[in-house]
């Protein structure tokens, strides 16, 4: 993305950015817009309503789409239609009238969780009369539409099935937002486009997209000479749709995500004939606010100018007096003491006092907020009304409104303090933490999707706000609250607001549907087509060494608290599965680590073994060369199987898994793989058949299994086969004793 | 011009070409067949002549193919190479007809190209290409005369096509050379991960013709004996592990060998480099202008510099580049390279500004014969009266019967024809002998076949007489 750059450049208008005019151009649309809640985002406010800069979010968004020839916008919210339309009427746009420009109209679409669903809404509302601009979620932008909807309009008047375009980012973000990780990572795709015409092909989305590579049918070749596959495009989340989207969402009621599951489908029923485009922004700004690291940056970016021409000091209203000077917006009403420092990049609001010896580091300061002496604000943002007292402390948060940190206490990265909160004095609030008054009811099933602001339990949520209030003014409040006081403090107010997992939520429409397994592919040609795919994955462990490592180490200690702490086997079975479920691994991926964990436990503890576990380790060095140690060994090593092959053998379902652990024994006595450093699997090499015979008299391992991966490696390089050639007396035995299983049973068929 | 490095080329010039049956039934190597009425080996050859290359090793499958070429070179042979054969087993595959000769490659880089290559294209250009992008490999691709599309059907996977996946700086990032349907290409995590776009393109064909650069030739060969194969195995091996070299040579090697290439190829280092890229310049004017000139790729970051470059050269929009390797790619470059507009490029001959064709003087021509442009004859040749020939060539001590019709054909030398005889996209072997009013359409006609007089033959490949005794 090429970023043109008009920071301090406040006089230079961008020749796309239309000055508001009167009077309506030819191939003006509608526009819908989705406010839909953002888990990313809870417990703060209506997304659409977060300040960036001096403005909400959605004014952007307004302004943007307007100035975009878009005259009539329908915002799409869940709830909250009250604070918006008082919101809407303040600023103008209610009704139409201020501008000649927009008309803003406000649908309230109860319980719409997702943008299938609010769409659907629209659909019924009858309101979308011909091809309209889609926006999800509450971007702000200032790219020019304007040539991507002409596009639009004459692909469509050339084709009636180029049903919709795609905007997207041709790069990752290269504004002052990229720095934070997660924002970036947001949005990240897959596309496999016709280079020529723009016409896509496929689509992945998702926070792990291209992990497991790419598989492409050939097919997509039989009409056009290449295909481009861009894993650098990002979706905006801007949509430029036909009316037939809504009849295509209307049909499909499955269809929840635009990108997770309309574009999919479209592209999957190619023999019905409608065909999807991308549309490429060259330069231009368009970012979504859907998390807090996202609403982070945006709020930066719209300080750094990104969003030229709607900048905090360019609000077109007359009155306001927000000036920008030296990289910094202080509006006129602001009082800022002597001995303030403000760096580049932050804003101070509206009627705000800054006390002296403050240090504001690219802040952002609402109005009527009141920074107490020698406070230090770094990377944070500050909504209305917030009261930071003396000498506290608050690095790269998030404070709403009417928020209090009492004074010289800390609130670390990555909090979130929603509305009316209170930090106690000399608390500290913990990185990564986000507190609300409202109590989040974690746990529950489906707890998110019921969430809806407003509609709480309006007593309670009016008790907490109450006690607030007197907490805020330094009193005691007249019904005590049972405030969670390890995180706001004794005299603080707020509940810890159970982590909504932003993570997870943000990849939520992963489209695994549409991964091919590798069975899929029929291709028998060496490289890039079936082979290649075995050899990466093979890669691949190697690279994901460290989350390979992280699993076998949580096993082992999950393993190891269990025998310190004598927890029954099945509630150990409960706590690794747990583990399994955690981590997306399988029934042997437990039961290797849980192998090779045992083995270890024949052994003094290694220096890796945390303190706690020492003692359940034996503590005499063994002299594995000698006779009497390889026999002391293998005493130890047969009480621990007794011991544990109950648990063994719940992870031990099928035959499969018990060659998988025979292999991972392998590899632990060649100290290869997961097992090349730090452990003393050699020590155990020596007895490998021995120890195989131990696990088959103790039925952890079945002899069809251990057959089985002999004959798995019948064809193996002779590196390979070592320990299969070590058992071979192993091998001879069971096979002769499986002969004379069958045999017996054909005898007793016999009689 | 900075003085390039001293470069050995090995021309695999195969041995009967079994692809070419029936036109090689006598014996006659490969490389020997006439193209334009001179021997094939003739193109690549003075490729690598005006590439700068000073030493080629000829290397032929069996004996009698090589005492053919030695012959050759021997007696007819006027360029200025310093040419040697080299003979292996006849039937060996390819790439171990290449390790039969790894031992004698003592140069940084090495250009290995199949003999025949008829093309234009300048292996200069390719050289300097592949020294400025410290690439371990570069290959040449061609522009496929009928693309895919057109032979596909909607929906449907395409077949015998080569997929080749640009990146930026014209590395490749895909190649899989197709000959059956391939329904899925796979792109692993790792080049998704290193290329945020890849086209995958399928109007381009390789032409077997590569610089390596030796020591990670080597090294790739020693460590995968499995490979035998060049489009099939060796070029998509490369690149499919050009992102972790580790995993095809091992680790120590890998590193080893990307030290060899960042500073062995440019010769002097950074200063060498930049004197390569000038002259890349100065040759880029010719027409080669997008596809070579960004020469900002070489600044690969020092993580990188293990990786593998992977580096394809595309011909030059418009310029002539094919392979002789069948029996229909040997008639076409037959026909396509005496055609008035690639004669003068392909050929360095002109054709008579009056006839644009090439007759040679020695030729008798009788009343009423025609000899339509882009058509060749050869001398000593006689076309008797009303004899026409078109879009044809005719070798040398040829005899056409009045009224013979000859269209889109190879006759080689010494075809004798009959009177009325009529002769559509035919091959003629040298020797051919017509009888009146033969007929023949799509024919290939092993050297010395006889057609009976009034016969009439359509598809057909016809070997050579059984011999008794």
Known sequence: MTCWCYIQSGSIIPPWVAV????????????????????????????????????????????????????????????????????????????????????????????????????????????????????????????????????????RAADRQAIMTLLMHGGPRTCSGAATGGAQQQGRCLAVIDPRSQQLMKLEQGGRVGSHGVSLGTHMLSERNSIAVRTGLRLSHVY????????????????????????PGVLSEQELGSTLFISELARGYAERISTLAGYSSVVEDVLSRWTYPWVPDNSGDQQDLCRFNRGTYVDGTAIMASGTVVSKGSLIGHGSIVESGACLERSIIGSDCHIGRGAFLQASCLHSGVRVDDNCRVSSAVLGEQVVVRAHARVETGVLLAKHTVVDTAHSVPAGMRVSLIQHKAGGPGSDDEMEWGDEDSAQVAAAEAAAGALAAGGIPEAPLDFDQHVVGAFGAGFAWSEP????????????????????????????????????????????????????????ETFLRCIKERISHDNAVIELNGLKIAEDRTFADCARYIFTTMLSLCLPASPTVKAEYRALFPEGQLDPKSKEGRLELLRRINAQLKSWKALMQRFLKSSDDQVELLLTFEEYCAEEGDFASGESGAVFAELFPQVVKLCYDQDVLSEDSILDWAREKEHASDEDRHFVDMCADLLAWLEDAEEETDSEEEGSDEE | MLQSPPVTAVLLAGGGGSRLYPLNASGTPKVLLPVANRPLLSFPLRMLEESGVADVLVVCEGDMAAQAVRAWLANGYTGGLKVEVVRVAEGLPPVDALRAVLDRLATDNFVLLSGDVVAETSLRVQLLTHYVREAAMTALLGRRKVLATQETKAGRAPKNVDYVGLTEGDRLALYVHSPDTVKHLLLPPSFLRRFPDIEIRTDLVDMQVYVFHTATLKAVLAANEKIKRLEEQLV??????????RRSVGAEEAAALAAARSSGSGGGGGEGLAGLEGSLADLSLSGMSGSSSNAAGAAAAPGQRAEWYCCAYLAPEGSFCQRANTLQGFADVNRDVITPQNAPRVLREEPNPRFENFVAGSVAVGTRANVAPATMVGPESALEERVSVKRSVVGSGCQLGAGTKVVNSVLMDDVRTGPNCAIHNCVLSAGCVLGEGARLRDCQLAPGYAVPAGAELTEEVLPPPVLRE
């Open chain 2, 236 to 245: 998509p091996h490369m690149v499919r592990y050009q992102l972790k070299p």
């Open chain 1, 20 to 155: 508001p005019a009167g009077n309506l151009l030819a191939g003006a649309m509608q526009a819908v817009v989705l406010l839909l809640n953002e888990p990313g985002l809870q417990p703060l406010a209506l997304p659409a309503l977060l300040p960036a800069g001096q403005a909400p979010a959605v004014e952007f968004t307004l302004r943007w789409l307007e100035s975009s020839n878009c005259t009539e916008i329908h915002l799409v919210t869940p709830s909250g239609t009250d604070q918006l339309n008082a919101y809407l009427k303040r600023a103008g746009w209610a009704g139409g009238a201020r501008r000649g420009g927009a008309a803003v109209h406000v649908m309230t679409a109860p319980g719409c969780q997702t943008e299938g669903e609010a769409l659907r809404f629209v659909e019924q509302k009858d309101v979308i009369k011909g091809d309209f601009v889609l926006v999800s979620g509450c971007v702000v932008g200032n790219a020019d539409l304007k040539p991507v909807l002409q596009a639009h309009l004459a692909r």
């Open chain 1, 501 to 556: 997992a932003a993570t997870a939520l943000d990849v939520l429409p992963l489209v695994l549907g549409s991964q091919s397994s590798p069975s899929d592919c029929d291709s028998e040609v060496e490289d890039f087509t079936k082979d290649a795919q075995v050899v990466e994955e093979m890669g691949d462990e190697e690279e994901h060494a460290t989350g390979a490592d992280q699993f076998k180490r949580e096993v082992a």
């Open chain 1, 240 to 263: 430029i749709c036909a009316p037939d989207v809504l009849m295509l969402l209307s049909d499909n009621f499955d269809y929840q995500s635009m990108a997770g599951d309309l574009v």
